[in-house]
Each structure stands twice: as structure tokens, then as C-alpha cells.
């Protein structure tokens, strides 16, 4: 599986983007789709996901800002964020989880390049 991470740029604060993660390869489930960011001077955070049955989980830091979809495919997903925030400026990266065969206990990740979103106030 390959994903390719786009819709980031430069933004004002208090504007919003929608983030793109195009999904290619070959699966059999995916457990779930995911958004991550990366800021120099934080570690890795993880932002949500989206299930199979199309459930979403959020972080308590972004719930109600941030919104994860999916095409009905699985073959594109999205994060939306509103009301953007200077602290919001990172690195966002997607990522998915899936199995490969009916059946199957093992669970393989993928990881897209990331896009960049930078926020000014």
C-alpha cells in the first residue's frame, strides 16, 4: 500500500484546510485510516482515524476542530480542520493499517511523505 499526503500550504489563522490522503496498492481490510503531525519541537502526535465501518476517534487536543472522512472506496481519505491555529503549523502525515488476507491476525502499516501546513497569526 502507497499513500500520497496533499492540501497543505500556508495559511491565515482562523482559516481551514482539507488535507488529502490518496491510498493505492493492495489490501483486503483496512482496520483503520489515520492522521498524524510532526512539529520540530514536538514528538509525533496522533490527531484520529477512521474504521472500516467508517467510526471516528479523535485526540481530546483536536476533537471538534478536526474531522476525518473517507470515500466510500477507502481509496481517499480527508482531515479537515477549521478554525486553524499557529500551534496547528506541522507536518501532517497519514497513515493506514490493514490486513492483506481474509483471515489474517497480522496487521501492516503504511505511511505517507506528509504535507506541510504552516500557520501564521
Known amino acids: 500500500v502507497q499513500l500520497q499526503a496533499s492540501g497543505g500550504g500556508s495559511v491565515q489563522a482562523g482559516e481551514a484546510l482539507r488535507l488529502s490522503c490518496a491510498v493505492s496498492?493492495?489490501?483486503?481490510?483496512?482496520?483503520?485510516m489515520g492522521w498524524y503531525r510532526q512539529s520540530p519541537e514536538k514528538e509525533r502526535e496522533w490527531l484520529g482515524f477512521?474504521?472500516?465501518?467508517?467510526?471516528?476517534k479523535y485526540s481530546d487536543s483536536v476533537k471538534g476542530r478536526f474531522t476525518i472522512s473517507s470515500e466510500k472506496s477507502h481509496k481517499v481519505f480527508y482531515l479537515q480542520i477549521d478554525t486553524l491555529r499557529p500551534e496547528d503549523t506541522a507536518v501532517y502525515l497519514c497513515?493506514?493499517?490493514?490486513?492483506?488476507?481474509?483471515?489474517?491476525?497480522?496487521?501492516?502499516?503504511?505511511w505517507g511523505q506528509g504535507t506541510q501546513v504552516t500557520v501564521s497569526s
Open positions: 477512521i474504521a472500516d465501518d467508517h467510526s471516528t
Open positions: 496498492g493492495t489490501w483486503f481490510r483496512f482496520v483503520n
Open positions: 497513515n493506514v493499517r490493514y490486513r492483506l488476507r481474509d483471515g489474517s491476525d497480522y496487521v501492516s502499516s503504511a
